[in-house]
Every structure is written in structure tokens, then in C-alpha cells.
């Protein structure tokens, strides 16, 4: 990260996206924590090529992490970014609805998760499980042909909201 090198007229980029928590009406306890795991990194990005990061690859993907009461029901929601920036320039980012992926069995399992092909633009309900619930975002950044080289970030926010039965 940080280091960018110019090889044959193309820009390496790298991107990080930063991860905002919040958990939102933590009533009695029942969503006791809201943790990033892993963010959601692009690593090198060439200029005018699109770069995706699946959901289900794990180190790349953002990997979230919900603790409280086992069978407490919740409503998870992101508020996701348009643009990367470096300080100076942008670049575009895209969230599909399918990126968003979720497991609260006792072992998660990112390639293969009980909840996927979930949209991260909607408002998503779960229960936690016993082992809590993991949650995993990808997405897809989309340099310019000469996009000016960088360490480009954005923030993501996810709020976790306890649903009083």
C-alpha cells in the first residue's frame, strides 16, 4: 500500500477503503459489538482497468464482524461511497446488489455462506447466532485511462441496529 510505480506509461493505484462502525440501539445489550475484520483492499489497480474484489475472497473482501445475545435480531445497514479519493483526485467505485454476503453458523464461511447475493444498497435483516454473524463485502473500483497515481480511500459505514421483538 502507498507505493506506486510507473511502469510502461500505466499508473499502479492502490486502493483501501477505510470501515466506519456504528451500532445503533444497543438495547440491553442484545448487539454487544460491531468489529472490521478485514478492509476492503483492491491492492494494485492499473489505469483504465476495472478491478473487482468478490465478496467471497478472502484478505480482499471486507469482513465484518457482529457480536451480542444469539437469536437477537438486527437490521444491518451500509452507507456506502461513490468515489475513492486520494486527497486530490477521485475514482469511481461501484457496489452491485449482489456483494454482500452473511454467515451466523458457528464456523463462517466466506466461500460459501448461508446468506448471499445480498444488495448492500438495501436494509438487510438477520438474527445473530451463537457464533455471532460474519458479513462480507465486495465491490468494484474504475480508474481513468490515465488516472493519476495514488492511495486512494473512501469510507464505508455499516450501522447495526437491534430489533426490539
Not at 9 to 34: H, Y
Not at 91 to 105: G, K, L, P, V, Y
Amino acid at each position: 500500500m502507498g507505493l506506486f510505480h510507473k511502469i510502461k506509461g500505466c499508473f499502479l493505484l492502490s486502493g483501501v477503503i477505510l470501515i466506519l462502525l456504528s451500532a445503533a440501539d444497543t438495547a440491553l445489550g442484545q448487539v454487544s459489538g460491531v468489529s472490521v475484520a478485514n478492509d476492503l483492499t483492491f491492492g494494485t489497480v492499473l489505469g483504465g482497468v476495472p478491478k473487482k474484489i468478490d465478496k467471497a475472497t478472502p484478505g480482499s473482501a471486507a469482513e465484518f464482524l457482529v457480536t451480542g445475545i444469539a437469536g437477537s435480531d438486527v437490521t444491518i445497514e451500509f452507507t456506502l461511497p461513490t468515489y475513492m479519493n486520494d486527497g486530490t483526485y477521485n475514482m469511481q467505485m461501484i457496489f452491485d446488489n449482489t456483494d454482500c454476503a452473511m454467515d451466523s453458523s458457528a464456523s463462517p464461511d466466506q466461500t460459501s455462506p448461508d446468506y448471499d447475493d445480498l444488495d448492500p444498497w438495501d436494509v438487510i435483516s438477520y438474527t445473530i447466532g451463537s457464533g455471532g454473524i460474519a458479513i462480507w463485502l465486495g465491490g468494484k473500483v474504475v480508474p481513468k485511462l490515465l488516472q493519476d497515481s495514488g492511495n486512494y480511500t473512501a469510507d464505508i459505514v455499516i450501522t447495526v441496529t437491534f430489533i426490539a421483538r
